[in-house]
């Protein structure tokens, strides 16, 4: 019989590197534990959705906070083993986003928009430069940043959030939350029913009505509301 051998460990070198720059540049809480993960739900939440409905919203909004690419599993084959992409939002962001999804009317349309909030955690992602492995991540859930944080930029008030001090992404303005919800939703949805039409729907999820709410009408400028999304 074929012996099997361990697979070879990482230098504790380049973790510790990492877990540094997070908790003293950024000051951002990690877990403590490896591989290196960071603590939602005190400095920011997360807002996570697929990878490929994530990209259609990054081009639709140039500015918003900062963003990770979470890979594939390896080898799954699951709704839920799809890349994703996380968008840090304020802290508390994850208890709004039923609500704001309820507002929207979108229901249970956007199954596959969720959050990270208190008592969650994500993997840290490697910076630009850096190669996952070296920091010690799963080898199905190495993270990257698309939109990486900087020293300095990485407040509470960049973060998407609403109220009095959302705006658009301005100079001065934190995004705003309602409208990333807007946009992540209707590409979440648009997502889905494209990959439906490619057999390749998410039953984990339930299948959904084949129609857009009353969001992504409003939208598309089909519908009118006070505020524009």
């Known amino acids: 019989m074929a012996r099997v051998l361990p697979r070879p460990r990482t230098p ?55 963003v990770a690419l979470l890979q594939a599993r390896c080898g799954g084959k699951q709704p839920g083993d ?11 962001g994850a208890e709004e986003l ?22 969650d955690r994500m993997p840290a992602p490697a910076f630009p430069g850096g190669t996952a492995p ?11 940043w698309v939109r990486p944080p900087r020293p300095g930029y990485e407040a509470e008030n960049s973060l998407p959030t609403t109220g009095s001090g959302a705006g658009i992404g301005d100079v001065g303005d934190a995004p705003d939350l309602v409208r990333l919800v807007s946009a992540a939703a209707t590409e979440c949805h648009r997502a889905r029913l494209w990959r439906a039409r490619n057999a390749q729907s998410d039953r ?13 009408r409003m ?8 505020l524009t999304l």
């Open 12 to 66: 504790l070198a380049p973790r510790a590197s990492v877990r540094r720059r997070y908790e003293e540049e950024l000051g951002w809480p990690t877990t403590g534990t490896e591989p290196v993960e960071l603590l939602t739900g005190l400095r920011f939440d997360v807002l996570e959705m697929p990878a490929d409905a994530g990209s259609a919203v990054l081009r639709r909004l140039p500015l918003t906070g900062p």
């Open 82 to 92: 799809r890349p994703k992409l996380l968008m840090l939002i304020a802290a508390g």
């Open 98 to 119: 039923p609500g704001i999804l309820e507002w929207l009317e979108w229901g249970t349309l956007a199954a596959d928009l969720t959050t990270r909030g208190t008592g």
């Open 134 to 144: 070296s920091y010690g991540f799963g080898s199905w859930e190495a993270a990257t």
């Open 204 to 216: 984990e999820c339930g299948d959904q009505p084949l129609a857009f709410s009353n969001a992504s």
């Open 219 to 226: 939208s598309a400028g089909t519908r009118p509301r006070s």
